[in-house]
């Protein structure tokens, strides 16, 4: 890929690459060794927080232009094509009959056109999708006096995922752990009553779009600085602690008491004091969720700082935010398919997910001024809630015809002329922006989302409509203001 960026009488004999993965590298990241550093709150920008992303070189082939097409090869096509080119080679490649491979698409030069041209001339859209936000207690339509400036603890988590070959990724480790995790957290959180006594309120963010220049939050703190419906009822500047859910799928479950969630903070003057944060995570592990067998430690004080994570578009608005990333990893991330289609569901353990999820329901619990005795953990429920989520967002099949999704909403799916099959598998591919909605109604309908923000969607206005309220229907669109958006 490299020689053909630069080599140009390589160019002129190659029309196009097909690909056969079927055997995955040690590692691979389609990203550089430290995505998003130019958001980075600090100033080693070179600093090695992706291994799997150096030896790319410089190339960062999730983003890269190449001067002909890349396909990848099902495992099927992949062996059909290596017998081929087995038999043109015995033949010496002098044959006039010769296999070959036929490449048909549509393709815009770079030397005469790059995206901003192409989205002004209309033929192709941008990228875009839709993130989610629930908060507890519920928003009430009316805040009741002080209500409304109750400080706000914000839980976020990412919801998608980067390859070069956009359908066949997955992002297990890189976004859907944490995206599990926030969801079983609410979930937790959601069946007790406890979130009546609370002296801050609890915002679970869903953000989408993350991995290209965090587009996601930055157009969530964009929106709320216009007073955008789509926020109403969250003041950002009430945001006085931020929890981010990083990559966890890779942490070990019980009966491994060593097990270590890593807390990562920024340092220096100016920055918010975490030390509280640290403490309830500590604490919750040690004591209410002591049943998840999960210890929680401050990251390594060489760190120059957060990690690459959405919290870095926080800080940029308001440095003083105390903002922790919650990660499996210390120094440097473990994930050897971070941002690559081998980042699949077989590197996931279910019960680290399900212990990180526990840890952070009891944290969150304590920071926003509940009781610590009054939330009760089962840890065989979460690990249920776990495997509903995982057979939903991650295994390819059932995919979205699993049970849960099913209950809650109407799949998309795709259609296998050959087999007459429906395909619900799952795809962690932000997309384009297919349509923008015209009013604010539609912008909470089903309508032009994607199976995963309509799941993630429905998940927690289900949850919001437990507590009291009427229930939340997304196709008539009945949610009561502020239970989700």
């Known amino acids: 890929m490299q020689q053909l960026q630069t080599g140009s009488d390589l160019q002129q004999h190659v029309k196009g690459v097909l690909i056969d993965d079927t055997d995955p590298p040690d590692s691979y990241s389609s990203l550089g060794p430290f995505p998003g550093a130019e958001y980075a709150p600090y100033a080693q920008k070179a600093y090695l927080w992706n291994p799997a992303g150096a030896a790319n070189n410089g190339l960062v082939p999730a983003r890269a232009w190449f001067p002909v097409p890349f396909f990848l090869l099902t495992p099927e096509l992949a062996l059909a094509a290596q017998q081929r080119a087995a038999h043109n080679a015995l033949q010496g490649y002098k044959q006039k009959k010769q296999y070959h491979a036929r490449l048909k698409l549509a393709m815009t030069s770079s030397g005469k056109s790059n995206s901003s041209a192409c989205i002004w001339a209309g033929t192709c859209k941008p990228l875009g999708g839709y993130s989610v936000w629930s908060a507890i207690p519920p928003l009430p339509a009316i805040a009741a006096a002080g209500d409304a400036n109750r400080p706000i603890i914000l839980v976020v988590a990412q919801t998608d995922s980067i390859d070069q070959f956009h359908d066949s990724i997955q992002g297990a ?26 002296t801050k309120r609890v915002v679970f963010l869903a953000l989408a779009g993350e991995t290209w220049d965090y587009m996601g939050s930055r157009r969530l703190l964009y929106e709320a600085s216009l007073g955008s419906n789509s926020t109403a009822g969250v003041d950002m500047s009430l945001i006085e602690q ?17 097990s270590k969630l890593h807390a990562h903070s920024q340092k220096g003057a100016g ?11 500590t604490a919750a592990a040690a004591e209410e969720a002591s049943v998840a067998q999960v210890d929680v430690q401050a990251a390594h004080a060489s760190n120059p700082g957060i990690p690459p994570s959405s919290l870095m578009s926080f800080l940029r608005i308001n440095p003083s935010i105390q903002g922790l990333v919650l990660t499996e990893f210390d120094q440097a991330f473990t994930n050897p398919y971070y941002a690559s289609r081998f980042d699949n569901g077989s590197t996931i353990n279910a019960a680290g997910v ?45 995919g979205y015809a699993c049970p849960l999704a099913q209950a ?27 349509v923008v909605p015209p009013s604010d109604q539609l912008l909470q309908s089903p309508w032009g989302k994607s199976n995963l923000a309509r799941f993630v969607w429905n998940l927690m206005a289900l949850g919001s409509s437990s507590s009291g309220q009427a229930e939340c229907d997304p196709f008539e669109q009945t949610c009561s203001a502020g239970q989700v958006s």
């Open 271 to 281: 920055f918010g004091n975490t030390i509280s944060m640290i403490a309830a995570l």
């Open 173 to 198: 480790d890189a976004s859907l752990s944490s995206l599990m995790v926030l969801l079983a957290a609410l979930n937790i959180l959601q069946g007790t009553n406890a979130a009546a006594s609370y």
């Open 408 to 434: 809650i909403m109407t799949p998309d799916y795709t259609y296998d002329t050959a087999t007459s099959a429906r395909n619900y598998a799952p795809k962690q591919y932000i997309g384009v922006l297919q």
């Open 354 to 398: 399900a212990s990180t999820a526990a840890v952070l329901a009891a944290a969150v619990h304590r920071l926003a001024g509940g009781d610590p005795t009054a939330l009760k953990l089962n840890m065989t429920v979460v690990g249920q809630v776990i495997s509903d989520y995982m057979s939903c967002i991650l295994i390819p099949a059932p």
């Open 242 to 258: 931020v929890i981010e859910v990083g990559q966890v799928g890779r942490l070990s479950g019980p009966p491994d008491r060593l």
